[in-house]
Nanobody
Framework: QVQLVESGGGLVQAGGSLTLSCAASGSGNIFQINTMGWYRQAPGKQREMVATITRGGITNYAHSGEGRFTISRDDASNTGYLHMSSLKSEDTAVYYC??????????????WGQGTQVTVTS
């Protein structure tokens, strides 16, 4: 019931910066997003977590992006962001926005965006 649309991907040189955006729709009181996150998937690799942020602003980062990436969310505009700096070729992947809703502490619902390509050149 939550739709996500990513944007902001593109081609960037190593060492550069890029900011991804995730616009969410269909989220009311019943569908409030407990955790928003960014995941990425490189060719031949499994999808991996990059960063997450809770409704209260608690963040978690994967080791690969720690110190370089910053995740944020603006509930007023229903938008999540991922600011990436000091980009490396290893960061090249399709980046997906995720919205997780937990109901009754048991049921977990995940919504995914269509993905946006990030390509880092050497």
């Amino acid at each position: 019931q939550v739709q996500l649309v990513e944007s902001g991907g593109g081609l960037v040189q190593a060492g550069g910066s890029l900011t991804l955006s995730c616009a969410a729709s269909g989220s009311g009181n019943i569908f409030q997003i407990n955790t928003m996150g960014w995941y990425r998937q490189a060719p031949g690799k499994q999808r991996e977590m990059v960063a997450t942020i809770t409704r209260g602003g608690i963040t978690n980062y994967a080791h690969s992006g720690e110190g370089r990436f910053t995740i944020s969310r603006d509930d007023a505009s229903n938008t999540g962001y991922l600011h990436m700096s000091s980009l490396k070729s290893e960061d090249t992947a399709v980046y997906y926005c995720n919205a997780r809703t937990v109901i009754s502490g048991i049921h977990i619902y995940d919504a995914w965006g269509q993905g946006t390509q990030v390509t880092v050149t050497s």
